[in-house]
Structures are given as structure tokens and as C-alpha cells.
């Protein structure tokens, strides 16, 4: 699955379609709608999708969905124009929300099938670390591919990747799926509302679930703070040309922590609570400063909150059964969305200090929520 990470997000097309918009004429105004459109798709498309992975496949869900996310890119090219571009993020949206659960939930119950369940933690920082070292390849190989035949030729080879990446998101092993823990029922017994709604279920009222559910949408959201890294660098008197560059070892810190959070995945509670509050008590203190030193400080809070959140969302997948998980998964995903947007307002109130304080609070909270225990061991779901 690394490898399946690193390839689905080393898209040429990623760090180039905001200017192809302005390029073909969009005005900030239209921008904003596609970026809208975009997020609308997820939340209305998140969950139900998570169940679509439940009920049938986690597996063809990842094929599905880089496929779809194919689908989308073509658009772009061959239709650049407003309505092109809609259609492409709309597209890009149900890709994106289909493999949005069925990830995780494959990962999981596959190393539980394997007698591995404790290993996710490791494993699955692994995969988040492929994930932000993609980033690089893709900043290359767009400079090259732009260099050679502008946005058609970004955009056809995204294309091709995504078919690539559903092809080796095929050869994936799908772990089997226990029976329910509430009825004994095997999930392939329960159709697709029955599904959708027990999993809704276990998010909502299953012990040891919605305490850790919250837990993991606060901390997700704090991935929007990446969007303000180059506005953070240049207002701290980083000229605008080393921007680029000085966002390198932000991502490299991120890699790190999230390749090393399965050391961290055994720590108690409180300890993990620690873990975070410590760096963004000095995040605080770089925002109040605003010197191009505190960008060390940047690096260290990023690789710190990459290894936290691989930690949290370990906890959450142990205390949901296998039937839910993609499910449980997807309603995370889409709080962490929503949640996002204290993010945002907390940016435009405080910038750094404003987005430092609220992961203080999150880090002060982390200890009462990641308290609750499961009532048993939930692996595969026996």
C-alpha cells in the first residue's frame, strides 16, 4: 500500500491547476466557486461512501476512485473552461471520498487478518509519509512536464498516473471481515442502508467511538494549516523567491514524524497530550516573533502533529468493529472537513497565534478523549 500512496499523489496536475484557472481566464470570483464546489462534494458524498466500502468492496473502492479521479483530470483538458473544470472537481470529490475510509479500513482489517492489528499505528505512518514525500516528485515533475507541453501534457500524464495508481490499488490483498459485534451478522448479510446505518450508529453510541471520533475530526483539521505555510514564511521577511524552498524542510519534519509515529502509538493519554501542547505552546511564541527562524520551530510542530495524528486515528480504528470501520472512517473525515473551518477563523483572527492557541486547546483535550476505552479488543470484529 506505500507504494500505492506514493504513486496516487505524485500528480503532475496538483501543484499547477490553480494557475491553469487564472490562466484560462477564470476570475478570483469563479476560483472560489470550483474550490467550493469541491468541498461541497465531499460532504455530501464522504459518508455514503464510506458505506459503499463497507458493504462491498474496500478494495474496489481505491480502484474506483482513482479511476474517477482520472475521469476528472480529463476533463480539465479536454474541456478548459468554468463548466470543464466543475465537472473535473466534482469528479475529483467522489474519487477523492471513495478512497476516504476504504484506505484505512483495508489497511486495518488486513493486518488484523494477519495477526498484525497492533503493527497499524507503524504501518500506517508509513503510508501517510508516501503520501507527503509524493509532493516533491510531483513540484518536479510539473516544472518539467509545464516546460515541455504546458497544462495539456500536466494534465494527460495525471491522468495516466491515476490509471496506474487504480492498477496497483487492484493488487492489493483485501483482508477478510469478521462478523458484527452486536448481532453476529456478517456485513455481507446486511444490505447497503443497513450497513450505512450501523455504521452511523457506531459512530454516534458505540463505547469508546464518539469520544475519540472528536478527537481525531479536531486534529485532522489542522491539516488546512499547510495551505498558510508560504503566507506564514513571506509575512516572517522569508523572501518571496525562497518561499518554495524554505516550505522543504516543513514537509521533510512531516514525513519524519509520521514515519516514526508507531513509537509514539504505545504512550499513554496524557502523554500524548504532552506530545502536542509542548509544540504548539513554541508554534505561539514563532507566530508572536515573526522571524525566519521560527520556521525550525514550524518544522518541528509539523513533524510532531504528523506523528500525533497517525497515533489518533490507530485508537480510532481499534475501537471500531470491522463491518463499520470504512464507514466510522468516512464520518471522521467529514468532521475533520467541517472542522476545518475553525481553522480557518482562526487564522483570520490570529494568524499563527490564533491557530497555536486552538491546538493548544486540542492538546489540553486529547487527555480526556483518547481516555475511553473499547469494551473489548475490535480487530477484525471477532
Not at 516544472?143 to 495508481?165: E, I, K, N, R
Not at 510542530?301 to 472512517?329: H, K, M
Amino acid at each position: 500500500m506505500v507504494g500505492w500512496a506514493l504513486l496516487t499523489d505524485t500528480i503532475p496536475v496538483y501543484p499547477l491547476y490553480a494557475l491553469l484557472f487564472a490562466d484560462t481566464g477564470l476570475s478570483d470570483l469563479q476560483i472560489s466557486v470550483l474550490f467550493g464546489i469541491w468541498s461541497l462534494v465531499g460532504v455530501l458524498v464522504e459518508v455514503p461512501s464510506g458505506a459503499i466500502a463497507d458493504r462491498f468492496s474496500r478494495r474496489g473502492c481505491l480502484v474506483a476512485g482513482d479511476l474517477v479521479r482520472a475521469a476528472g483530470f480529463a476533463a480539465w483538458v479536454l474541456f478548459p473552461g468554468f463548466a470543464g473544470f466543475a465537472v473535473g472537481f466534482v469528479l475529483w470529490g467522489l474519487g477523492g471520498s471513495l478512497v476516504s475510509g476504504a484506505r484505512e479500513a483495508l489497511l486495518y482489517d488486513g493486518l488484523a487478518a494477519a495477526g498484525g492489528a497492533e503493527h497499524y499505528a507503524r504501518v500506517n505512518g508509513w503510508v501517510s509519509a508516501a503520501e507527503l514525500v509524493s509532493q516533491l516528485p510531483a513540484a518536479v515533475a510539473a516544472t518539467a512536464l509545464f516546460a515541455l507541453g504546458g497544462y495539456p501534457l500536466a494534465g494527460w500524464v495525471s491522468v495516466g498516473v491515476s490509471v496506474v495508481a487504480a492498477g496497483f490499488a487492484a493488487r492489493i490483498p483485501e483482508g477478510p471481515r469478521g462478523a458484527a459485534e452486536e448481532d453476529g451478522e456478517d456485513d455481507g448479510d446486511l444490505g447497503y442502508l443497513a450497513t450505512l446505518r450501523a455504521g452511523l450508529a457506531a459512530a454516534a453510541a458505540r463505547p469508546g467511538v464518539p469520544a475519540v471520533l472528536v478527537a481525531a475530526m479536531a486534529l485532522g483539521s489542522f491539516d488546512t494549516v499547510e495551505e498558510y505555510f508560504p503566507l506564514m514564511a513571506a509575512g516572517w521577511g522569508v523572501p518571496v523567491a525562497w518561499v518554495p524552498l524554505v516550505d522543504l524542510p516543513i514537509v521533510g519534519a512531516g514525513v519524519l514524524g509520521a514515519a516514526l509515529a508507531g513509537r509514539a502509538a504505545g504512550l499513554p493519554a496524557s502523554a500524548i497530550g504532552v506530545l502536542l501542547g509542548v509544540p504548539m505552546a513554541l508554534f505561539v511564541l514563532a507566530g508572536l516573533l515573526r522571524q525566519p527562524v521560527g520556521i525550525a520551530v514550524v518544522a518541528v510542530c509539523y513533524g510532531v502533529y504528523r506523528a500525533v495524528l497517525v497515533v489518533v486515528g490507530a485508537r480510532l480504528q481499534d475501537r471500531i468493529d470491522s463491518r463499520s470501520r470504512a464507514t466510522v472512517t468516512s464520518v471522521a473525515a467529514l468532521g475533520t472537513d467541517l472542522a476545518s473551518f475553525a481553522i480557518y477563523g482562526a487564522w483570520v483572527l490570529g494568524e499563527v497565534p490564533g491557530v497555536a492557541a486552538v491546538g493548544l486547546l486540542t492538546a489540553l483535550a486529547l487527555p480526556h478523549l483518547l481516555r475511553a476505552r473499547p469494551p473489548r479488543a475490535l480487530t477484525s470484529g471477532g
